[in-house]
Structure formats: structure tokens, C-alpha cells
């Protein structure tokens, strides 16, 4: 069975950076596009960024461009998030999701997340 | 960028009621929407994709319908289990914008 299990999640400044990792299992991992999803306290979802199943593209939102970078080691089965300079308003549980295709399209499946805090 | 306006946000009926919620693309998104269910603490899971496909294992009483800008999530018999925040998404471009969400109740 699809499984995707994210970590790395915790407390941190403003400013600092972090990394976060998901690791799928269940299924041919270097087939599928990949993207973060973001959920703030009490708010709904917000797209971050997609990886091509090959790593060859990668798109951002405006609010994580220039800060965030997405990639992937199909080596390992796993995705990655480098978070630098964040901001308080990074604040949110990270779920990554699985792409029906080898691109983008809808997720067939979530992580159950990791949450990051940014907090002085 | 794709704008998705979602309605109502909160939604409180009774068990067996049918229920409705719309969601609006800001432009023409062909059938490219997906949908979504999120209970508390958990990750969302997929209902329906191509805009009325319903994803498999998911119960029968939920549909989709819609093309172009305008699309619908029915619950044909709401059940307790149906409680949740249900999310519409487009997936038109590669920026796979989220409806602002619709939490349903139940009265």
C-alpha cells in the first residue's frame, strides 16, 4: 500500500532554516510527481511547490519563491523541503502528496504531515 | 494565477439530507477539479478527480458534477461520518490552488 511519512518538522526562529523529508514506500516513487502542501493553524490548504517525477521542473508559490527549494532522490524513495529565511507566517502542518502522473494533477495521496513552528 | 472561491464555508444539516457545495475557478479549468475530504488531525484524502470521477473505495452517495468555471460536491444522504472540511482544487497549471474550504456540521 502508498505510504508517505514526513519528518523534520519542529520549532525554530525566524530567520533559521529547516529541512523537511518524506519518504514513500508502496509504490514505483520515481514515477509520480510530487508536491508540498501547507495547512496553517485552523486555515485551509495551500500549494508550496511540485517536482517533475524526474526532478527536470520545479515550481513554487510567490509566498515560498527565492526561500523554499523542493527536490527529490528517486535513489532513496524520498522528497525533500529546504525551508531558509522563514517567517512566522510559515507556521503550518507540511503534508507531502503524491500526483496521479508523472507531473502535476490531483493527489492521490497525503502524508499526515509534520508540523513546523516558526516562533522567536 | 487560478482563483477557486468555494461556498458556503460552513454547512450544518441533518443525517439524510442532501448537501451542496460550489465551487467557482476564476477562469476556465475544463474539468481539471478534484476534491477532497479533511478530518481533524488527519491529511486530506481524495473523492473525486476529473471533476466527477469518483476516486475508488470512496461511498456512492457522494458525486460530482461541473465543467468550465462552475462546479458542485453532492452528498446525496449525509451520514455522521460525512463531518469533516471538504477542499476543492484545481489542477489546470502546475500551481494547484485549494478552495478556501467548506466545513460541514451536523445539526
Known amino acids: 500500500q502508498v505510504r508517505l511519512v514526513e519528518s523534520g518538522g519542529g520549532a525554530v526562529q525566524p530567520g533559521k532554516s529547516l529541512r523537511l523529508s518524506c519518504v514513500a514506500s508502496g509504490f514505483t516513487f520515481s514515477s509520480n510527481g510530487m508536491h508540498w502542501v501547507r495547512q496553517a493553524p485552523g486555515k485551509g490548504l495551500e500549494w508550496v511547490a511540485v517536482i517533475w517525477y524526474d526532478g527536470s521542473n520545479k515550481y513554487y508559490a510567490d509566498s515560498v519563491k527565492g526561500r523554499f527549494t523542493i527536490s527529490r532522490d528517486n535513489s532513496k524513495n524520498t522528497l525533500y523541503l529546504q525551508m531558509n529565511s522563514l517567517r512566522v507566517e510559515d507556521t503550518a502542518m507540511y503534508y507531502c502528496?503524491?500526483?496521479?502522473?508523472?507531473?502535476?494533477?490531483?493527489?492521490?495521496?497525503w502524508g499526515q504531515g509534520t508540523l513546523v513552528t516558526v516562533s522567536s | 494565477d487560478i482563483q477557486m472561491t468555494q461556498s458556503p464555508s460552513t454547512l450544518s444539516a441533518s443525517v439524510g439530507d442532501r448537501v451542496t457545495i460550489t465551487c467557482r475557478a476564476s477562469q476556465n479549468i475544463n474539468i481539471w477539479l478534484a476534491w477532497y475530504q479533511q478530518k481533524p488531525g488527519k491529511g486530506p484524502k481524495l473523492l473525486i478527480y476529473k471533476a466527477s470521477t469518483l476516486e475508488r473505495g470512496v461511498p456512492t452517495r457522494f458525486s460530482g458534477s461541473g465543467s468550465g468555471t462552475e462546479f458542485t460536491l453532492t452528498i446525496s444522504s449525509l451520514q455522521p461520518d460525512d463531518i469533516a472540511t471538504y477542499y476543492c482544487?484545481?489542477?489546470?497549471?502546475?500551481?494547484?490552488?485549494f478552495g478556501q474550504g467548506t466545513k460541514v456540521e451536523i445539526k
Open positions: 502528496a503524491r500526483v496521479y502522473g508523472y507531473s502535476y494533477g490531483y493527489f492521490d495521496y
Open positions: 482544487q484545481q489542477y489546470n497549471s502546475y500551481s494547484a490552488t
